[in-house]
Nanobody, 116 residues
Framework: QVHLQESGPGLVKPSQRLSLTCTVS??????????WSWIRQSPGKGLEWVGA???????YYTSSLKSRTSISRDTSKNQFSLQLSSVTPEDTAVYYC????????WGQGTQVTVSS
């Protein structure tokens, strides 16, 4: 059974960069034909898909965040990462990593607060 675990700072200052890493165990991020997603949920709002990387190293981003988002992966560590630049308090959310476009497995989520 695949297990996903998010890690990264819980507090980021406005205008700085948010960086999170998802460590995957129990399955490889290069296994056909999975996608590995980042999803967030802001206070009082629904889930928002942020972006994803696929088993073959392609990357996809939601249009509203594309200019500020970068996803990368490290196959040697079985990890994929999210970077979101120029954050504002509106980027405060619980960030989840998950497997697949419609997630079949989720990390527990990590709270990120943007505040000075």
């Amino acid at each position: 059974q695949v297990h996903l675990q998010e890690s990264g700072p819980g507090l980021v200052k406005p205008s700085q960069r948010l960086s999170l890493t998802c460590t995957v165990s129990g399955g490889s991020i290069t296994t056909n034909y999975y996608a590995w997603s980042w999803i967030r949920q802001s206070p009082g709002k629904g889930l928002e898909w942020v972006g994803a990387t696929t088993y073959d190293g392609s990357f996809y981003y939601t249009s509203s965040l594309k200019s500020r988002t970068s996803i990368s992966r490290d196959t040697s560590k079985n990890q994929f990462s999210l970077q979101l630049s120029s954050v504002t308090p509106e980027d405060t959310a619980v960030y989840y990593c998950a497997r697949d476009w419609i997630p079949t497995s989720w990390g527990q989520g990590t709270q990120v607060t943007v505040s000075s």
